[in-house]
C-alpha cells in the first residue's frame, strides 16, 4: 500500500539530574565537539540506544522522513552534576523550536528524554519541553517519548505529548527496543492506524534507586506483570516509572503510564493492576537488597578472599560526584592487595598530570579525590607508579600501581564501570585482581553480575549520610514531603 509521506522531527534532550550536587550543569557542558547535533550527527548519535532503534524503526516504513533538530547531546558531566541552568534549558529549547518551525511542516515529533532532568525554576522540564513543542507543531501533530525508568513523570507530559515509552529493566537492557516500539507506534497514529490513549498514575512509593535492579524479586516483577498485560493484549503497552529520587523534583517517586490503541477503560484497567501491584508489593521493593557500611564491607571482601570467592566486586553505589575517596581510604586501611579501584575522579589532579606529560614508568606522589564537596570526604595521598596516561572519551585517565599490586585509575569525571571488558582499553588484565571496587549502583550488574562473573556483590555506603545515601529522610528536599510517600509516611493509597 501507498502511504503518504510523512516527516518527523527528532529531538534529543536528556540528563539525569543530582540536584543535591553544588555544580550546576551548565550551558557550557552540553557544548564539545559533537554537541548539539543535528541532522544525520544527531540520528547516528546512540545507535544502541534509543536513538538508534528510534531511527532503525522509522526508516523501516516508506515514506518517513526523519529531520535532527539541533540538540545537545548528554553533557560531558555525565550524571556527575547538579541543577541543570536556566540559561542552558532556555537556550536549547529555543534553538530546538526556532529549528522545528524553519523546518515545518511536521506530522510527529520523537522527543529523546531521560525523564529525570531537573533545572531551575522549571519543575517539570521533560513537561515543559513537550508543551513548547506541541505549540510549536500544532494539535494535529503526534509526539512520541523515550524514557528511562528512572524518569520522574506525573500526569503533565501525556496532557501536551501523545506517547510514552520507557525501559522496563535496570540495568536498561531494553532502550534500542523502546525506541523502535516508539517509532512504530508513531508512525501508526500518523497513518490513523493507532489512536492513542493513556492513563496516568501516580503511587506514593520512593526508593533509593540502588535497590532497583530488575535482575531479583520483586523488582523483576513489576517488569513482568507489565509484560504479561503486553503479551495478552494487542496494542497496550505499559510503562513503570520507578523515578529518581536525588532529584529535588515535585514529581518525584513511582509513576505508571498505560498506552491502549483507543481503549481508555483497559488503559485504566491496566494501570490499577499494575499500580495495585507496587502497592501490595511496597515492603518487598524497600528491602530487597543490603547495604553495608564501608568499613563491613571492605572487611567482607577480605573474608571472601580468603575463602576465594573472588572476584569481589565492592560497589560505592552512594558517590555522585565520583570525587569521594572513603571506599579507597578503608581499602588502603584494612591493606587490601590485588584490588583494582576504578574510578576515583579529580579533575584538577588530572589536568595537572596531563600538563606535566603523565608516561607510564613516572612515579606517582599526590593527593587525589575527595573535597569536591562534603560527600566526597578528604584527599587521599598515592604514591606508586604510573601504568598508562590516557586521553579518551572527552577525559584524561591516569592508572597508577600502588601497595600490594592495587592500581588505581585516575579520570577527570565521575565513571560507572560497567563492564569489566571497559578495562581492556587502559590496558589493564580484569583477570588478574581480586577485588574490584567501583562506583555504580545497579548499571555494573550488567557485566558483573547478570554475567556470574563476579563471586561476591557487595553494596557499601559511608556512614554518614551523604547526597547518594539510601537513607532518603536525611537529604535536604525543598520541593518534596517525604511524609507523603511510603516508606517516610502513611500515604492513603487506594485503587
Ligand atoms: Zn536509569
Redesign the pocket.
Known amino acids: 500500500m501507498n502511504h503518504p509521506a510523512i516527516r518527523i522531527a527528532v529531538l534529543h534532550f536528556s540528563h ?1 539530574t543530582v540536584t543535591f550536587l553544588k555544580n550546576d550543569t551548565t550551558l557550557d557542558d552540553f557544548v564539545f565537539p559533537g554537541s548539539p547535533a543535528s541532522g544525520e550527527a544527531l540520528l547516528g548519535a546512540y545507535p544502541k540506544s534509543y536513538m538508534g532503534g528510534f531511527v532503525k524503526m522509522a526508516r523501516e516504513f516508506d515514506g518517513v522522513e526523519l529531520v535532527g533538530i539541533e540538540s545537545p547531546l548528554w553533557p560531558k558531566t555525565g550524571i556527575g552534576s547538579g541543577w541543570v541552568t536556566g540559561e542552558a534549558f532556555e537556550t536549547f529549547v529555543g534553538k530546538m523550536i526556532a529549528g522545528l518551525k524553519a523546518e515545518a511542516a511536521f506530522d510527529g515529533v520523537y522527543l529523546c528524554v ?1 525523564g ?1 532532568m531537573a533545572v531551575r525554576g522549571v519543575p517539570r522540564p521533560e513537561a515543559e519541553l513537550a508543551r513548547r513543542v506541541r505549540e510549536a507543531v500544532g494539535p494535529k501533530a503526534f509526539i512520541a517519548a523515550t524514557f ?3 524518569g520522574n513523570e506525573d500526569e503533565a507530559f501525556l496532557r501536551s505529548a501523545d506517547i510514552a515509552f520507557a ?1 522496563k529493566y ?1 540495568p ?1 537492557y531494553d532502550e534500542y527496543l523502546q525506541g523502535e516500539r516508539a517509532a512504530r507506534t508513531l508512525v501508526r497514529a500518523i497513518r490513523g492506524d493507532y489512536k492513542p490513549t493513556h492513563v496516568t498514575i501516580r503511587v506514593p512509593v520512593i526508593s533509593p ?1 540502588v535497590l532497583q535492579w530488575t535482575g531479583a524479586s520483586p523488582w523483576m516483577d513489576l517488569g513482568q506483570r507489565a509484560l504479561v498485560w503486553e503479551a495478552r493484549e494487542p496494542d497496550v503497552y505499559v510503562n513503570i516509572f520507578f523515578g ?1 529520587p536525588f532529584a529535588d523534583v515535585p514529581d518525584v517517586g513511582m509513576t505508571v503510564q498505560v498506552l491502549t490503541n483507543g481503549n481508555p477503560k483497559l488503559a485504566e484497567q491496566v494501570g490499577r493492576d499494575l499500580a495495585g501491584t507496587i502497592w501490595r508489593q511496597r515492603e518487598a521493593l524497600l528491602k530487597s537488597s543490603r547495604i553495608h557500611s564501608i568499613a563491613d564491607g571492605v572487611a567482607l571482601a577480605k573474608q571472601a578472599v580468603a575463602k576465594a570467592a573472588v572476584p569481589v566486586v565492592l560497589a560505592d553505589h552512594s558517590d555522585r560526584s565520583g570525587y569521594a575517596t572513603w571506599l579507597l581510604r578503608e581499602i588502603v586501611a584494612q591493606d587490601l592487595s590485588n584490588t583494582l579501584i576504578a574510578t576515583i575522579a579529580d579533575a584538577k589532579a588530572t589536568a595537572r598530570l596531563k600538563a606535566m606529560g603523565a608516561k607510564a614508568g613516572d612515579s606517582f606522589d599526590m593527593e587525589i579525590g575527595g573535597l569536591a564537596d562534603e560527600s566526597a570526604g578528604e584527599p587521599v595521598r598515592i604514591q606508586g607508579t604510573i601504568l598508562n596516561a590516557v586521553e579518551g572519551y572527552g577525559q584524561f585517565w591516569v592508572c597508577i600501581q600502588f601497595g600490594r599490586n592495587n592500581v588505581l585509575i585516575l579520570s577527570t569525571y565521575l565513571v560507572q564501570i560497567m563492564e569489566p571488558f571497559s578495562l581492556k582499553a587502559l590496558g589493564l588484565d580484569i583477570g588478574s585482581f581480586e577485588v574490584i571496587a567501583i562506583k555504580s549502583r545497579v ?1 555494573f550488574r550488567r557485566g558483573f553480575d547478570d554475567n556470574g562473573f563476579a563471586k561476591t556483590i557487595l553494596l557499601v555506603e559511608p556512614s554518614e549520610p551523604f547526597l547518594g545515601t539510601t537513607r532518603l529522610d536525611k537529604l535536604p528536599y525543598q520541593n518534596v514531603d517525604l511524609t507523603q510517600f511510603y516508606p517516610y509516611g502513611s500515604p492513603a493509597f487506594s485503587i
Open positions: 539525569e531521560h529525570a528511562d525508568l528512572h525501559v535496570f536498561h534507586t529518581f548499571h
